[in-house]
């Protein structure tokens, strides 16, 4: 059991990278990069809003869908719990926990319902994970997405002062260094 | 591009609609919408055919729907009611997919739910199809989707010819050519865009630079996938500054885009 999660937690994390080999939260990856603090509290929103995404997702399936027999409604009932989820945790921080709120809050919304949430809630009921194992593939997975905005946002605070071809500014020189580092990435790939 | 940001002022034509969508805002070339499913799915022309066109028939029915049911909707729910009628057509497009083509099913798998979130439908039901009437918006759909699949389709070839040497499996390289499969692979996908933005890029400082208007070359969204439409959040990031903090309230629609506003930039 341990071994097992052991292995989710790596391969969803380093060798199956959300964005780098699955393109999913593509936008906020590219778009919340710019400087390496707000990439490492856009990666611990997502951090949060997808562990917990998963959790509340992976209880719905099994004792909603499933007991009712309306599992091919699970789109349109995970889209809109995790879009609710997203909008009651930040009322919830808001209230209860302000400087978690502080540091989180500005994301929050920009997740609602990013395609990486609803994605590892989907991806969850596909390879048939229980709930504890979607839990673990859900964290672990947005420790994956955390690792590389941090990276790109490293390496892009950098660039800012290399010159840079007039037309490559902006997107596409990000663009090409989030395919060399897909290229790094490629190489755990032997690590399982 | 001279009547860019009305859309009740455009012309109801239909064939008007199909031109606007496969070239004038065709929405992976001009307007940069929907990224992820443009890399994820694009390894193959015949993938990338596939997914246009199921995009296109989830567009056209939602826009159809949506522009039905306009004068219903209150505003205040009306994100959550668009996705509804998106999730609807999606679920119902998965299902048709799995059982009489389950190859496409199969190879495009976790990006046909996905279709919900992709920024093109949203975009099109808020910018488009809840202020028109019905056969325009329906026309609007096809064009887009038409727009969307050709994109998808000249990605996907260009991908396959370098990767594999082929373009909807036929052979086409001779021989001596070895196939650099880095191209079919994740990384190729980064670098395709890459290239297509740079152009995008040349082609938008060229025109400036003649003084025409350009603004909307790349205005879809880069942050959030589903706050987005065509204008809601344009040049937030091709912009000259701004902090993600300021630019992430622009996002935001509806009654309470000014609070996130004003909570965005009270706590920097």
Same mark, same amino acid.
């Given at each position: 059991?341990?071994?097992?999660?052991?292995?989710?937690?790596?391969?969803?994390?380093?060798?199956?990278?959300?964005?780098?080999?699955?393109?999913?939260?593509?936008?906020?990856?590219?778009?919340?990069?710019?400087?390496?603090?707000?990439?490492?509290?856009?990666? &611990?929103?997502?951090?949060?809003?997808?562990?917990?995404?998963?959790?509340?997702?992976?209880?719905?399936?099994?004792?909603?869908?499933?007991?009712?027999?309306?599992?091919?409604?699970?789109?349109?009932?995970?889209?809109?719990?995790?879009?609710?989820?997203?909008?009651?945790?930040?009322?919830?921080?808001?209230?209860?926990?302000?400087?978690?709120?502080?540091?989180?809050?500005?994301?929050?919304?920009?997740?609602?319902?990013?395609?990486?949430?609803?994605?590892?809630?989907?991806?969850?009921?596909?390879?048939?994970?229980?709930?504890?194992?979607?839990?673990?593939?859900?964290?672990?997975? &947005?420790?994956?997405?955390?690792?590389?905005?941090?990276?790109?946002?490293?390496?892009?605070?950098?660039?800012?002062?290399?010159?840079?071809?007039?037309?490559?500014?902006?997107?596409?020189?990000?663009?090409?260094?989030?395919?060399?580092?897909?290229?790094?990435?490629?190489?755990?790939?032997?690590?399982? | 591009?001279?009547?860019?940001?009305?859309?009740?002022?455009?012309?109801?034509?239909?064939?008007?609609?199909?031109?606007?969508?496969?070239?004038?805002?065709?929405?992976?070339?001009?307007?940069?919408?929907?990224?992820?499913?443009?890399?994820?799915?694009?390894?193959?022309?015949?993938?990338?055919?596939?997914?246009?066109?199921?995009?296109?028939?989830?567009?056209?029915?939602?826009?159809?729907?949506?522009?039905?049911?306009?004068?219903?909707?209150?505003?205040?729910?009306?994100?959550?009611?668009?996705?509804?009628?998106?999730?609807?057509?999606?679920?119902?497009?998965?299902?048709?997919?799995?059982?009489?083509?389950?190859?496409?099913?199969?190879?495009?798998?976790?990006?046909?739910?996905?279709?919900?979130?992709?920024?093109?439908?949203?975009?099109?039901?808020?910018?488009?199809?809840?202020?028109?009437?019905?056969?325009?918006?329906?026309?609007?759909?096809?064009?887009?989707?038409?727009?969307?699949?050709?994109?998808?389709?000249?990605?996907?070839?260009?991908?396959?010819?370098?990767?594999?040497?082929?373009?909807?499996?036929?052979?086409?390289?001779?021989?001596?050519?070895?196939?650099?499969?880095?191209?079919?692979?994740?990384?190729?996908?980064?670098?395709?865009?890459?290239?297509?933005?740079?152009?995008?890029?040349?082609?938008?400082?060229?025109?400036?630079?003649?003084?025409?208007?350009?603004?909307?070359?790349?205005?879809?969204?880069?942050?959030?996938?589903?706050?987005?439409?065509?204008?809601?959040?344009?040049?937030?990031?091709?912009?000259?500054?701004?902090?993600?903090?300021?630019?992430?309230?622009?996002?935001?629609?509806?009654?309470?885009?000014?609070?996130?506003?004003?909570?965005?930039?009270?706590?920097?």
């Amino acid at each position: 059991m341990v071994k097992e999660l052991l292995v989710i937690l790596i391969s969803s994390s380093l060798v199956n990278n959300v964005v780098l080999s699955q393109f999913l939260g593509l936008c906020p990856f590219l778009g919340v990069s710019k400087k390496t603090n707000t990439a490492a509290g856009m990666g &611990a929103a997502v951090i949060f809003v997808i562990t917990l995404a998963s959790a509340v997702a992976g209880v719905i399936y099994k004792y909603v869908l499933e007991k009712l027999g309306i599992t091919y409604l699970q789109t349109i009932v995970f889209i809109l719990v995790i879009a609710a989820l997203v909008q009651f945790v930040e009322m919830f921080l808001k209230k209860f926990m302000p400087s978690l709120y502080q540091a989180l809050g500005v994301y929050l919304p920009l997740i609602t319902t990013n395609c990486a949430v609803l994605g590892i809630a989907l991806t969850n009921v596909q390879k048939k994970y229980g709930i504890l194992t979607g839990i673990v593939n859900g964290f672990a997975t &947005a420790v994956g997405f955390t690792v590389s905005i941090v990276i790109l946002a490293g390496i892009r605070e950098k660039m800012e002062y290399n010159e840079i071809p007039e037309s490559f500014k902006g997107m596409p020189i990000v663009l090409v260094t989030a395919g060399l580092m897909a290229i790094a990435f490629c190489g755990f790939s032997g690590l399982l | 591009m001279s009547k860019n940001g009305k859309e009740g002022s455009y012309g109801g034509s239909s064939m008007e609609r199909l031109y606007n969508g496969l070239v004038k805002e065709n929405p992976t070339f001009v307007l940069m919408l929907g990224m992820c499913p443009t890399l994820a799915v694009t390894t193959s022309a015949m993938n990338g055919l596939g997914m246009g066109l199921t995009t296109m028939v989830v567009l056209a029915l939602s826009n159809m729907i949506i522009s039905l049911l306009r004068g219903i909707i209150p505003d205040k729910v009306r994100i959550p009611a668009f996705i509804v009628v998106i999730a609807s057509f999606v679920t119902m497009v998965e299902l048709l997919l799995e059982g009489f083509l389950p190859a496409l099913y199969d190879a495009l798998g976790l990006y046909i739910p996905l279709i919900v979130v992709n920024c093109i439908i949203l975009g099109r039901a808020e910018a488009y199809a809840s202020k028109n009437p019905v056969i325009p918006s329906l026309f609007d759909g096809i064009g887009m989707g038409l727009g969307f699949s050709f994109a998808l389709t000249c990605i996907g070839a260009v991908r396959e010819l370098i990767g594999a040497g082929e373009i909807f499996g036929l052979h086409i390289m001779p021989d001596s050519y070895v196939p650099c499969a880095i191209f079919i692979m994740a990384p190729g996908a980064f670098f395709v865009l890459a290239a297509l933005t740079a152009i995008q890029n040349k082609i938008r400082i060229n025109g400036e630079k003649k003084g025409r208007d350009m603004s909307k070359i790349q205005s879809g969204c880069n942050e959030d996938c589903m706050n987005c439409g065509e204008k809601g959040c344009s040049h937030r990031f091709y912009g000259a500054s701004g902090s993600p903090e300021k630019e992430s309230g622009n996002g935001r629609r509806g009654k309470n885009a000014q609070a996130v506003n004003a909570d965005g930039k009270g706590r920097e």
